[in-house]
Structure formats: C-alpha cells, structure tokens
C-alpha cells in the first residue's frame, strides 16, 4: 500500500482482557518496528523485525507482550491480560533498511498507531 | 545504551520568529540523526536526516539542523518560523550496528499568529 496501515484506530479494553493490534507496512519494506508511546512522551522502542525474523525484542515490557510478522510483511503486536500501564499510542513504522543497505533506506515511516484505553 | 536528550518541552513562539530546538545524544558509535515532526491530527513524519558527509543538512518547510560531533547535538533551526508549523518535534538517533532508533521525548510547538 502507500502508506503503513493500522488498526484498530482505538481499543478500549477491560483490564485483564488481550487485545492484538495489527501493522501492515509498506509493501517491500524489509525492517518493521513497534513503539510505545505514552502521553507526553517520545515513542519508546519495544520490538523490531528484519523479514520475518524477530531480530530485537529488548523493549517489550514484559511476557504479556508479543509480537510477530510470520510472512514477513503484515505484523501483530499481542497484549496480553492487559493491565492499566499498558494504555498508550502503539506506532508502527516500515523502513527499507537492512544491515547491508545503504543509509538511504533508515528512515521510519509511521502508521497512525492504534490508541489503546485499559480501564 | 544510547539516549536523547530534548532540553524544552514546549514552546512558544510568534510568526517570524526564529527557532532552535536542541537535541543531545549519548552514543559514540556511527549515527545517523533524525528530526521528525508529527503535526496535529497527523502520523509522524521525516523533517530532515543526517548520515555524513555536509553536517549542515536541510529539509522541508526550510528547515534546517546542524551535527556537531564533538558537543554529541544535532540542533533543528528555522530563521522564521510560520503559523503552521505548529506541531510536536521528536530528535531521533538510530544506531547502525543495533538497528533501531532511539526518541526524544519531543517538543511542542506553538506558533501565535
């Protein structure tokens, strides 16, 4: 597509709940992120994919996080028994980047992030 | 683990008015330096990006920001600023060996008519 694409827009959950945001990146886009973003506050790495292959995950906040990208384009971030820390703006961002690119390719672009409300 | 510093969270600034706003890092290694703009009801978006050569770089709605290696700061500037260019900022730092980019906790701007 043209654009990285998100959904849902808002999510409002019960604490205790598991909800699943999905990211679907720019076609032909090697690396794909997830940040966290809290009000007030910069994006906060959590995980990072180059093809399907999970190459970084030291920002998920803990094992009730979960991410994938099991064909290497279209990405699901898992929340599970959500709890009130957990509301936030979730963004995902596609670049071209890889390890043995250029740095042309390094720049991140962003979907609209899925807003998500732990009550 | 690398970090980035931006030292005012909001601002506030009158049309023509010029504009810095500063962002540190704290990573020794190669770089490549970001400032993205996020204005209001939009996704975040590229400003302007730095990967070597001429430290001075510029980007859109003449913007402009300048690395200086040894001070670790990659400060944005415009000589005037405009209405619209009312938004948040984030610095952004993205080390090549790890891959991924580290945010500042942004600034906002706000431009009175």
């Known amino acids: 597509g043209a654009g990285v694409s998100q959904s849902p827009r808002y999510k409002v959950a019960k604490r205790g709940q598991d909800v699943a945001l999905r990211c679907d990146p720019i076609?032909?886009?090697?690396?794909l992120f997830w940040y966290q973003q809290a009000l007030g506050q910069g994006p906060e790495f959590l995980t990072y994919?180059?093809?399907?292959?999970?190459?970084?995950k030291s920002g998920l906040p803990s094992d009730r996080f979960f991410a994938e990208r099991p064909e290497g384009s279209v990405s699901t971030l898992k929340i599970q028994r959500t709890q009130q820390e957990d509301s936030a703006v979730y963004l995902c961002?596609?670049?071209?980047?890889?390890?043995?690119?250029?740095?042309?390719?390094?720049?991140?672009?962003f979907g609209a992030g899925s807003r998500l409300t732990v009550l | 683990a690398q970090s980035v510093s931006q030292h005012n969270h909001h601002v506030i600034l009158s049309e023509a008015a010029s504009l810095e706003l500063g962002c540190n890092y704290s990573?020794?290694?190669?770089?490549?330096l970001f400032w993205y703009v996020q204005y209001p009801g939009q996704h975040l978006q590229l400003l302007l990006k730095y990967f070597s050569g001429d430290p001075l770089v510029k980007g859109i709605k003449g913007f402009e920001a300048e690395f200086i290696k040894s001070k670790f700061s990659f400060n944005l500037r415009k000589p005037s600023v405009q209405w619209s260019d009312t938004a948040e900022y984030f610095c952004a730092v993205l080390n090549t060996n790890a891959g991924k980019s580290t945010f500042g906790d942004g600034t906002t701007l706000t431009v009175k008519p």
């Open positions: 961002a596609s670049s071209p980047f890889s390890r043995t690119g250029n740095s042309g390719a390094n720049v991140l672009t």
């Open positions: 994919f180059q093809n399907e292959a999970q190459l970084d």
């Open positions: 076609s032909g886009h090697v690396s």
């Open positions: 990573y020794g290694g190669t770089v490549n």
